[in-house]
Nanobody, 113 residues
C-alpha cells in the first residue's frame, strides 16, 4: 500500500522556523527521489525542493538559503527544515515520490504575525 504522511506544520511568526516530516512507504522511497511541493490558497501547486536517493538537492529560487531538504533512508522519511519563514510561505505542504503519482494529505503551514 502506498503511503505518504506529512506532519510538522503549524502557525509561526515571520522569521520563525518549522521542520516538516514525511514518512513514505518503502516501495516508493527506496532509491527514489523525493520532493516537497506547496499550494497556497488560490494558487497552483508548486515544486519547492527535491532530493535524490544519493542526497543531491534542489530548491526553487524563493526558498534557497532558507529551506533545507534531507532524508533518513533507514526510516523512509524526508524532511524540510524551513527557517526565516515569510508570510508568502503560507501554504499546504505535500511530499511526493518520483516513483508514484500519489499525494498525501499535506500539512498546513501558516506564517502570520
Amino acid at each position: 500500500q502506498v503511503q505518504l504522511v506529512e506532519s510538522g506544520g503549524g502557525l509561526v511568526q515571520p522569521g520563525g522556523s518549522l521542520r516538516l516530516s514525511c514518512v513514505a512507504s518503502a516501495s516508493i522511497f527506496d532509491r527514489r527521489s523525493m520532493y516537497w511541493y506547496r499550494q497556497a490558497p488560490g494558487k497552483q501547486r508548486e515544486w519547492v525542493a527535491s532530493i535524490t536517493s544519493g542526497g543531491v538537492t534542489g530548491y526553487v529560487d524563493s526558498v534557497k538559503g532558507r529551506f533545507t531538504i534531507s532524508r533518513d533512508n533507514a526510516k523512509n522519511t524526508v524532511f524540510l527544515q524551513m527557517n526565516n519563514l515569510k508570510i508568502e510561505d503560507t501554504a499546504v505542504y505535500y511530499c511526493k515520490s518520483s516513483w508514484s503519482d500519489y499525494w498525501g494529505q499535506g500539512t498546513q503551514v501558516t506564517v502570520s504575525s
